[in-house]
């Protein structure tokens, strides 16, 4: 099996982390009621600036006309409002993700 994996990293103020983390709640939630969805997890970058915060968001769908289909949505659209608020940068990237052994083509 080929899953599509979006990995979004996102840059904020460190004032604007909680309301990002909040706004991700919905998010999060929207996303595992979405057909197609496999997982979801968040981590914190490291950074040396101390004012502000990265956060990488990385989700699995079972393929990418799942994951199209939510990205596009209105739904998700609503659900993201806030993250579009807060962050200062952004950046989205499309991978597959193969079994163990699986040939890359």
Same mark, same amino acid.
């Given at each position: 099996?080929?899953? *599509?994996?979006?990995? *979004?990293?996102?840059t904020?103020?460190?004032?604007?982390?909680?309301?990002?983390?909040?706004?991700?709640?919905?998010?999060?939630?929207?996303?595992? /009621?979405?057909?197609g969805?496999? /997982?979801?997890? %968040?981590?914190?970058?490291?950074?040396?600036?101390?004012?502000?915060?990265?956060?990488?968001? %990385?989700?699995?769908?079972?393929?990418?006309?799942?994951?199209?289909?939510?990205?596009?949505?209105?739904?998700?659209?609503?659900?993201?409002?806030? *993250?579009?608020?807060?962050?200062?940068?952004?950046?989205?990237?499309?991978?597959?993700?193969?079994e163990?052994?699986?040939?890359?083509?």
């Amino acid at each position: 099996m080929t899953a *599509l994996r979006a990995t *979004l990293t996102m840059t904020v103020a460190r004032r604007d982390a909680a309301r990002l983390l909040e706004g991700l709640r919905a998010v999060f939630t929207l996303a595992a /009621q979405s057909p197609g969805f496999l /997982q979801q997890r %968040i981590t914190r970058a490291v950074s040396a600036d101390p004012d502000m915060r990265t956060f990488v968001v %990385i989700s699995d769908w079972a393929d990418e006309g799942c994951f199209h289909a939510f990205e596009r949505s209105r739904k998700q659209d609503a659900a993201t409002a806030v *993250l579009r608020a807060v962050r200062t940068s952004n950046d989205m990237r499309l991978s597959t993700v193969n079994e163990p052994g699986q040939v890359i083509a």
